[in-house]
Structure formats: structure tokens, C-alpha cells
């Protein structure tokens, strides 16, 4: 089994910028490729970005590209979401993910299908 604990949610002003971390227990994480979703009151759940084990590579939601970067430290057990710019659209509870099966197309890399643990999530709001 694999935890995940997210942290680094708040509030802040559009254009501001927050840095969310994902903390994951167990001796295999870097065998996990890695995502945050997100999801608003009333909307589903959305993909935000995602990292494969190796960190070789990155994929994003069209409207945070630019804005987001994912990141992770496999020696240190943890992926983080560099998040700036932001706009009132990207409040959310923002969710840490992570998946073992194999992967290498958008597709599965974004699907919620695709991930088998997951965080309890943190609150992000962004003011106008």
C-alpha cells in the first residue's frame, strides 16, 4: 500500500502562485508515476498534470500549461505542483495521485482509472 498526504494548499490573489507536496510513504515510489487532479464543487474530477517514474515525462491539462510545473524527488519520496499565475477558475481541492501499471500515452497518464492511491486532497482557492 502507498499513502500520499498533500500539503501546501491556501488562498491567495490572482496571479499569485503556490507550491503544493506530495509525500509518499513505502520503499517503491519511484516505480509510481505520479499526477494531481483536481476538482471543483459540482464538476468532476479533472487532470492536472502528471510525471512517469523516471520524471522523462510531463503532461498537463491545456489550461495550466505554462503556468504548472510538476516535479518530483524520487530520493526524497515526494512530487510536487509549482503553481503560478493563478486564475479564480484553478480553485479546487487539488488531489495527489499515484499509478503502477504502464503507461505511455496522455490517455492513460490523465485518467483517474489509471491511478490506484490517492491523497485526501488540499483546498487551493484563488480570489479575483
Known amino acids: 500500500q502507498v499513502q500520499l498526504v498533500e500539503s501546501g494548499g491556501g488562498l491567495v490573489q490572482a496571479g499569485g502562485s503556490l507550491r503544493l507536496s506530495c509525500a509518499a510513504s513505502?520503499?517503491?515510489?519511484?516505480?509510481?508515476?505520479m499526477a494531481w487532479f483536481r476538482q471543483a464543487p459540482g464538476k468532476e474530477r479533472e487532470f492536472v498534470a502528471a510525471i512517469s517514474a523516471s520524471g522523462g515525462r510531463l503532461y498537463y491539462l491545456d489550461s495550466v500549461k505554462g503556468r504548472f510545473t510538476i516535479s518530483r524527488d524520487n530520493a526524497k519520496n515526494t512530487v510536487h505542483l509549482e503553481m503560478n499565475s493563478l486564475k479564480p477558475e484553478d480553485t479546487a481541492v487539488y488531489y495527489c495521485?499515484?499509478?503502477?501499471?504502464?503507461?505511455?500515452?496522455?490517455?492513460?497518464?490523465?485518467?483517474?482509472?489509471?491511478?490506484?492511491?490517492w491523497g485526501q486532497g488540499t483546498q487551493v482557492t484563488v480570489s479575483s
Open positions: 513505502g520503499r517503491t515510489f519511484s516505480q509510481y508515476r
Open positions: 495521485a499515484a499509478g503502477a501499471y504502464y503507461c505511455s500515452n496522455y490517455g492513460c497518464y490523465s485518467a483517474p482509472g489509471g491511478y490506484e492511491y
